[in-house]
């Protein structure tokens, strides 16, 4: 994805945009699928980086590889996450962690390239919309 006009942040709003309601994806599983296999930190640096009070990308569907809430210095933000985790059917055992065997989204590498190449024309307008 290295021809994309599309900057990483872009790719990974794209993305987590498709999580569907009730499933998780990891940071590194997130920035594995968009081919930058050590770019874990830099995709909480992207959904860190959202504004607003509820910003059009669910962040909350994104946990660290251990299947846990890892929102360092907000205990009001990481409750928040969970909270709208658990409206989506999402369950935490006792120790505050996610089966992420039961609750992590698979998308299939082609799955991937559509949700991006999608993105990347509704970027430029809208072309080959469809």
Do not use: C
């Not at 309601?21 to 909480?44: K, N």
């Not at 059009?56 to 709208?84: C, F, L, M, T, Y």
């Not at 989506?88 to 055992?93: A, K, P, S, T, W």
């Amino acid at each position: 994805m290295a021809d994309s006009p599309m900057s990483f942040n872009q790719q990974v709003y794209a993305l987590v945009r498709r999580i569907p309601a009730g499933r998780v994806l990891s940071y590194g599983r997130v920035a594995l699928l968009l081919g930058v296999p050590r770019g874990a930190r830099s995709v909480g640096w992207a959904l860190g980086s959202l504004t607003g009070p509820e910003p059009e990308v669910p962040w909350h569907r994104v946990v660290n590889a251990q299947g846990r809430i890892s929102i360092k210095g907000s205990p009001d933000v990481a409750a928040r996450q969970r909270a709208k985790l658990e409206a989506e059917g999402v369950v935490f055992d006792d120790n505050d962690t996610i089966a992420m065997n039961k609750f992590l989204w698979q998308p299939s590498a082609l799955d991937v390239e559509a949700i991006i190449q999608h993105a990347r024309d509704q970027a430029r307008g809208g072309e080959n919309d469809g």
